[in-house]
């Protein structure tokens, strides 16, 4: 902070603050358990209401303590799906979304090429509980992914109040020989919807990753994911967009 101290009548500005390396960094080799809070700490007042859509194990959350926030846990295998959340509009103060980012569990059955094998199993048993998602239907692939955030995204800007903070975890992908860079994908998508991208962290995975049948390498192999903060801009709540549709849909009609 700037202070202004007075010698006789010359008044002078000096820098207030302290100097500090107790500083929340933008990338960590660490896991997402020390990371999360770290983010919330920086980004979320203590006390906010905090949907977790995604809870999933409650890994996040492992080192918040229980009273900082009111956290409401939900998950698919919860039965709440996070594309349609049992909350009012403008109700929140922070969501969190952390769906499957690899779109190997989304594979329509178990013996597609990269389904559910592999680093996929591992994923399941970690994070899902051993049962999967049907998707019978719609996009494929990185596709399933990218739809699964845009509605989500959609739905955390209705459920949001305004300058609510929306905080998204991914990670870039390969997905069928194509460079797919989620977090990009995401900003672009989530930027023209009403959110302010207000701070993106890198997790740096800490062991080796392995592939096993390689071939020829031809792209780097990620072992890096994000956590991307997004603040909803105080433009138009999500209930005056629909009203403003309707309105306009009801002259088209005229
Ligand atoms: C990467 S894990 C989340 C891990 C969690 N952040 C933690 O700290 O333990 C992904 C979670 O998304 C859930 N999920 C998948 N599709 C979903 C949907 N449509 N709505 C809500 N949750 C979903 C899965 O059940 C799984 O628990």
Redesign the pocket.
Known sequence: MEQVESEGNNKKRVQGGKTTTELVLSTYMEG??FV?PKILQLHVPLDAVVA??????????KNVPKEAYKLLA????TG????SLPYTDESIDCE?L????AEGFFRRSKTQSGALTGSHDA?WKR???H?R?VVSEGPKYYDVVLD?YFK?GQEAKRVLRKGGVFIV?CQDQVSANKQRLLHVDLINYYEPLGFYTKDLFVVVRSNKPCVSRLVTQVHARKNHSYFLVFVKKSGQSHSEVEKGRSGKEVAEAK
Do not use: H, Q, S
Not at 80 to 83: L, Q
Not at 98 to 101: C, F, K, S, V
């Open positions: 997402n358990e999360f977790d859509v995604t809870y999933g194990k409650g890994i996040f959350w939900t998950d698919i295998m709440v799906d996070c594309r969190v952390d769906p499957p980012y994923f994070y899902g509980n049962k998602p699964l989500a975890k």
